[in-house]
């Protein structure tokens, strides 16, 4: 973990960091991707700094976005342990203030096992840190970029409420990807939200309009993984929080509209070896004609590790679909694969942007800047499950040496999709929890996310299911209320 500017190293650097202050905020993160949260007084935060952690609801993982208890009752936190206390472990590396805030001081915390101290699989930070300590035996680094498309309205919570959802305003009207002119309106809040980022330890490495009304896309600063979830989810925080003062709501919502292309949430990623090499890299000499031994010209600069990191992916992705794409909604955002920019099928590539998993490497970019982007996900993901899934996939392969199975998608033809060569993702949340919650399932091993994992959070997605399909839609009713 890359800790923040400025982060305490001992409690003394910490109490002379709060000494002018009388409270913290502290926030964990639910399945979801929720911050929960609260403030606590200076006393009371410097106790628990200087020990295990301070005692947190377990009910954050009991219930869902919503706030409403699961159908059924899951591992964590249930009516028969009474919906007990976790312990919320302060991660200090953390530490940021909040400059819309008053400067408050905030950490987030790691959730652990009250009994046995470890991390709790469930708790999204703690999978992440459990997927970079595997790799770490290996004498490998995770280190991860994500990038998040959002729309804009002109709507507050309470708008949005007495509006029941319809009729919403976009910040700006029309089309304009890469617009100049478009953030000359609303330009203060354009300009809010990469300089607020930036005192808040969530470096933006671009910023700008995308294809949409009111939607803007922001690029996040590359990383070690678990800062770059951190900084994932905290910059979801800032940009609501940006946007509440502007009168501005921006939603990470994957589909808002059907006719319109999705938000997508694509994750880069790489590894690095102990000396800070790019392990995706290949080696000087193959720079000029590229690595024997290729499996095709694709992946000729790509290291041989990481050709089986790929292959990796490509053989377990639609067993954890449900890491990648978590919501009902997100699955209509691939439904409409390569016409609105969102793959749908197990699909490599070159830096294509119409597949899957789109290869970065010379010569587009340098060796050193050599990654995999993974663009499946939408902007709706839980980043920490999201990018633990991408490595336990891609540290799987090359455990196993996998090869690759099928052609780039250069080689790929229209009918590959009829006859069978392309594989497709699963196109539901039901569909996609199913496959990972199989006995066979990719996503149950021991090297991946295990049994319990798969069961706390398949059970959770099967909650989420249910709601919808229980749920009677204004299609529905416009559809059929006459007709029927």
Known sequence: MISTKDAPKTLQDLET????????????IDVDGVLRGKFMSKEKFLSAASSDGFG???????????????????????????YRDILASIDLSTY??????NNVPFFLVSFLDPDTKEPLVVDPRGILKITSDRAAKSHRSCYAGVEYEYFNFKETPLSLAEKKFQNLTPLTPGMHGYSLLRTQLNNEYFHSIFDE??????????????????????ALA??????????????????????????????????????????????????????GKNIFAVSEAELSTGRPGAANDDVKFLSEEAEHFLAGILDGIADVMPMLVPTINGYKRLVGGETFWAP??????????????????????????????????GADMNPYFTISAIFLLGLRGIEKKLKLSTPPMSKLTPDDKKNGTIKMLPTS???ATERMMRPESIARENSMFGDVFVEHFGGTREHEVKVWNEAVTNWEVERYIELA
Not at 17 to 28: C, E, F, H, M, T
Request: proline share 5%; hydrophobic share 40%; glycine share 8%.
């Open 222 to 275: 590359y990383t070690n993984a678990l800062r770059m979830a951190d900084n994932a989810i905290l910059f979801k925080f800032l940009t609501k929080s940006i946007g509440m003062q502007h009168g501005v709501l921006p939603t990470f919502m994957a589909k808002p509209w059907g006719n319109l292309p999705g938000c997508s949430g694509h994750t880069h990623v790489s590894l690095r070896d102990d000396s």
């Open 429 to 431: 949340l039901e569909a």
């Open 96 to 101: 940021r203030r909040i400059p819309w805030e």
């Open 197 to 218: 980022a930036s005192k808040f330890g969530v470096d933006i490495e671009g910023h700008h309009t995308e294809t949409g009304p009111g939607v803007l896309e922001t």
């Open 56 to 82: 947190f609801c377990s009910v954050i993982f009991g219930w869902d976005i919503h706030d409403t208890v699961y159908s059924r009752e899951l591992l964590i936190s249930n009516k028969a342990n009474g």
């Open 17 to 28: 960091l709060l000494q002018n202050d009388n409270k913290v905020k502290v926030a964990g």
């Open 344 to 377: 749908n099928a197990i699909t490599y590539g070159y830096d294509s942007r119409a597949a899957s998993i789109r290869i970065i490497s010379p010569p587009s970019v340098t060796s050193a800047a050599t990654r995999l982007e993974v663009r499946v996900p």
